[in-house]
């Protein structure tokens, strides 16, 4: 099998070793623009592969690419079986339809709703051309959603899910309490754009920085806030739509992060608006990169639960994920969850273990319990367990 990553770097470079490890894996190939990103990344990956058990890991190969030039973008997927694209969501669109021209399966890290409508409406050209288009593989959209879909798929009637995630430093610092684990346009564009919910079985769109609650994980963490984002719920609203009463999605993040946040919203620093010559929101990023980008460790917090009835016996399916940086590999929590993640999809695509074809969310195409053994196959440490009403 040949894998294609597009995009060198952290998630991009992480899924490629995740990938690279996996049995009948011949090939991996990474293609980035910045040619330095892509030699950093190939001496990275072949010092982390050598000397991988089971047999060794599969070739590492880079090639400069420009996603941009769309009309370039099933060339560099043909003699592919699967591509995973780390790259901005912007492309995702262009790539959904290089890879029906292609004929090869692709999946991405996803991150907007409107445009993963734009590829889910291409489903039927995916479809007869007899290929899989998944879309937010990552972690939240992505892994969080597919356990809740695991946890829906095992209830016999369910009256809420409850996705609850988020990125954190290791050791917060004021006044924000965060550490960029993502791009920051990525974050902010979670803090402005609607939250897709189900209330009383019907999908609507909800404000982000609302709805704030207080949440405990274990110790070192304690009591932390969630609240409303964008993206995180991806497609569950509207494929349970009328099968589950209640779901939302909510980041987590030490307790006065949002409160700080919201303001900068409210008096306009978050605007697209230009004052003065200068876009505010742009202004503002610029000075969140600076701030927030340190050397302190990350972790990512998950906690999905699934309420309702099994067994005849009402009560809460709860799963938990507490993970942790690698020093070993030096991927972040961020990147191992997101990364993996999308890496054991884009594996199943590949090795023919997803059967359904078109464009199709996760919950609708994965083998759900298959994938929760891959993550957790992977050191993803998913926790289960039920809780009696």
């Not at 990103?37 to 690419?65: D, M, P, V």
């Not at 917060?172 to 309490?177: S, W």
């Not at 991927?331 to 090795?351: D, E, G, I, K, Q």
Request: net charge negative; charged share 25%; proline share 5%.
């Amino acid at each position: 099998m040949r894998a294609l990553v597009l995009g060198a770097g952290r998630m991009g470079r992480a899924a490629a070793w995740d990938l690279a490890r996996q049995p009948g894996m011949g090939a991996v190939k990474l293609v980035d623009h910045d040619g330095d990103a892509l030699a950093n990344s190939a001496r990275e990956l072949e010092r982390l592969l050598t000397g991988t058990t089971g047999g060794g890991a599969a070739r590492i190969e880079t090639a400069r690419g420009d996603l941009d030039d769309t009309a370039s973008l099933p060339a560099m997927m043909e003699g592919s079986d699967v591509v995973l694209s780390s790259a901005d969501y912007r492309f995702n669109e262009a790539l959904t339809r290089a890879a029906i021209e292609a004929g090869v399966q692709l999946c991405d890290l996803g991150g907007n709703l409107f445009v993963v409508e734009r590829q889910i409406a291409l489903s039927e050209a995916a479809e007869k051309r007899g290929i899989t288009v998944i879309p937010d593989c990552g972690l939240a959209p992505g892994m969080a959603g597919l356990f809740a879909a695991w946890g829906v798929e095992r209830m016999q009637s369910v009256d809420s899910v409850k996705l609850r995630v988020g990125g954190l430093p290791a050791h917060p610092k004021p006044p924000l309490g965060y550490k960029l684990v993502f791009s920051v346009r990525g974050l902010t564009n979670e803090y402005l754009e609607p939250a897709d919910v189900l209330r009383d079985g019907k999908p609507a769109r909800v404000a982000s920085l609302t709805d704030v609650e207080e949440l405990e994980f274990p110790y070192p963490f304690g009591k932390l806030e969630a609240f409303n984002t964008s993206g995180g719920s991806s497609t569950l609203p509207s494929t349970f739509a009328g099968k589950v009463r209640e779901l939302d999605y909510k980041t987590i993040r030490y307790p006065g992060h949002v409160a700080a946040f919201a303001g900068m919203q409210q008096i306009g620093l978050l605007s697209e608006e230009p004052v003065d010559a200068v876009v505010p929101r742009v202004f503002t990023e610029k000075l969140l990169e600076r701030a927030l980008t340190d050397d302190d460790t990350d972790v990512v917090l998950m906690r999905v639960t699934v309420s309702g009835t099994r067994d005849g016996e009402r009560g809460t399916l709860v799963f938990e994920l507490i993970d942790r940086h690698d020093a070993k590999t030096g991927h972040s929590a961020m990147a191992r969850t997101t990364a993996y993640s999308a890496a054991a999809v884009a594996y199943m695509l590949a090795a023919g273990a997803v059967e359904k074809r078109g464009v199709l969310p996760g919950e609708l195409a994965v083998p759900l319990g298959s994938f929760a053994g891959a993550v957790r196959a992977r050191g993803l440490d998913v926790k289960e367990h039920w809780e009696p009403a």
